[in-house]
């Protein structure tokens, strides 16, 4: 199994910075990587796929980077809609594997 | 959409189905997925179905004990959870998936399952 290790585990960030969240995977999953966000109670929401595609309607000030076996989502300019936890998932081979996640909290 | 139902408590040892409502895509086109998430903890993936029910996958973890499945006639995915234990309490996700290797485009909001004495 791949195992997805994610950095920080939390995060504390103000209204306007930019936060850069490390997603490692233990093995090659080329650019199958995925980005979600998830709210207390809520399910998880997709941001990014493809490690650099935004999925429809997600803001711009999302990104994503890498390839293989390290990937970044930085958020440029945090809103307050932005805090929340985020997850990476690798979907280059069974089983589907996620980060333990990063909370990203109010400074 | 994707709207989950069944969901509740159980006694260890007890078995109970999760079903999964979908509407609003061609459901026999994707591949479908359960997901989820211990209380206060990270996600994991459980289980996997193809777009015409033949090839099922299981995590470890509930393999022989849990069995997905599907109804395309009546847009329903299903998660048939039996020998269930406390590790098994969770909030379950139905998901939906391209077909083979994919993320997940789609989730349900979910359903609580609490594997208790």
């Known amino acids: 199994d791949i195992q997805m290790t994610q950095s920080p585990s939390t995060l504390s960030a103000s209204v306007g910075d930019r936060v850069t969240i490390i997603c490692r995977a233990s093995q090659n999953s080329y650019n199958y990587l995925a980005w979600y966000q998830q709210k207390p109670g809520k399910a998880p929401k997709p941001l990014i796929y493809r490690a650099s595609t935004l999925e429809s309607g997600v803001p711009s000030r999302f990104s994503g980077s890498g390839f293989g076996t390290e990937f970044t989502l930085t958020i440029s300019g945090l809103q307050p809609d932005d805090f929340a936890t985020y997850y990476c998932?690798?979907?280059?081979?069974?089983?589907?594997?996620f980060g333990g996640g990063t909370k990203v909290e109010i400074k | 959409k994707l709207v989950e139902s069944g969901g509740g408590l159980v006694q260890p040892g007890g078995s109970l189905r999760l079903s999964c409502a979908v509407s609003g895509f061609t459901f026999n086109s994707y591949w479908m997925h359960w997901v989820r998430q211990a209380p206060g903890k990270g996600l994991m993936w459980v289980s996997r179905?193809?777009?015409?029910?033949?090839?099922?996958i299981y995590a470890d973890s509930v393999k022989g004990r849990f069995a997905i499945s599907r109804d395309n006639a009546k847009n329903m995915l299903y998660l048939q959870m039996n020998s269930l234990n406390s590790e098994d309490t969770a909030v379950y996700y139905c998901?939906?998936?391209?077909?083979?290797?994919?993320?997940?485009?789609?989730w349900g909001q979910g359903a609580l399952v609490t594997v208790s004495s």
């Open positions: 179905i193809n777009n015409d029910g033949t090839a099922p």
């Open positions: 998932q690798q979907y280059n081979s069974n089983p589907l594997t």
């Open positions: 998901t939906r998936g391209q077909p083979n290797l994919s993320y997940y485009d789609l």
